[in-house]
């Protein structure tokens, strides 16, 4: 750890912002919406008319911000991190995002649907614990991507243990 | 059908603009520092990258067919529902660019398949 401390830090720190901010957009996203009511798209008026009510409402410019934020975040940590490595980490955005609802928009979660996002969560984590061998494009240079290696190594000598 | 396609477009333009995106910064590079001049230095050369246009402009698709489907379902069961694009991202691996997809990865498909089956059952 204290070899590396810098690259660790940022990496928690900008999935942590990854998984705060993405779900709170999408949860101010959604309380915007539920006061906008159902869209209507056609006539041309009424899409006028609903794009209209997206603009004004602060809860949707909050929710983009939010997912500015999130996005900012993803490219960076991206640019350091493989996409399999990001991946299974921004999963837990997806209990974030049920609690979000429950606690922000009072939205009730039957426990199915709680059962249903962990199960999400852990299929997750098993199709990024597969190599990315697979997925990674060849005719790039490999970026130089300690972390992801390093994590692998600390979750196999998790395992023998 | 409306919610068919409203979530094949949240699945699929947003899993295709995350994988062009991801692609970008790779092209771009790394972010040396925290500060603000690096970091939107980093933006601006990323934003010379066709792929980033183009994760960009499927990103912006996906966002409003989020938009859609949130003004008719709750949040904490649209979210979960894109989790198909694990699902979309095998089968696309596999039709259109042959990959060869481990029997690991489809267990872990399998069981995002099945949380979101599970999201589905306790819809109401």
Redesign the interface.
């Known amino acids: 750890m204290s070899q590396h401390p810098p690259i660790h830090l940022k990496t928690y720190l900008m999935l942590a912002v990854m998984i705060l901010a993405g779900p709170l957009g999408n949860v101010l996203l959604g309380k915007g919406m539920k006061n906008i009511g159902a869209p209507v798209i056609w006539p041309v008026a009424g899409l006028l008319h609903t794009a209209g009510m997206i603009l004004a409402s602060g809860s949707i410019w909050l929710g983009v911000l939010s997912l500015i934020t999130f996005f900012v975040a993803y490219m960076l940590v991206l640019s350091w991190a493989d996409y399999s490595f990001v991946q299974p980490a921004s999963s837990l955005s997806y209990g974030v995002v049920a609690l979000l609802g429950f606690l922000m928009l009072g939205e009730r979660v039957s426990p199915m649907r709680w059962a249903g996002v962990a199960v999400i969560c852990l299929g997750v984590f098993v199709v990024a614990r597969t190599g990315p061998s697979t997925t990674r494009p060849s005719a790039q240079p490999a970026p130089q991507v300690p972390e992801p290696l390093q994590v692998t190594e600390q979750m196999q000598a998790a395992e023998r243990v | 059908m409306r919610d068919f396609i409203l979530f094949a477009l949240i699945v699929v333009a947003g899993t295709g603009g995350?994988?062009f995106?991801?692609?970008a910064?790779?092209?771009?590079?790394?972010?040396p520092s925290?500060h603000p001049i690096e970091?939107a230095r980093?933006?601006l050369r990323?934003l010379r990258v066709p792929w980033m246009w183009a994760g960009v402009g499927m990103m912006a698709v996906a966002f409003f067919a989020?938009?859609?489907a949130?003004?008719?379902y709750?949040?904490?069961?649209?979210?979960?529902v894109t989790?198909l694009s694990?699902v979309a991202g095998?089968f696309g691996?596999v039709t259109f660019l042959h990959?060869?997809?481990?029997p690991?990865?489809w267990?872990?498909?399998?069981?995002?398949?099945?949380?979101?089956?599970?999201?589905?059952?306790?819809?109401?």
């Open positions: 995350e994988l995106v991801s692609r910064m790779k092209v771009a590079g790394e972010a925290f970091i980093l933006m990323a989020l938009l859609g949130l003004s008719l709750n949040v904490s069961f649209v979210v979960p989790a694990y095998a691996g990959e060869r997809v481990s690991q990865r267990l872990g498909v399998l069981l995002v398949a099945a949380g979101v089956t599970l999201v589905f059952l306790g819809k109401s």
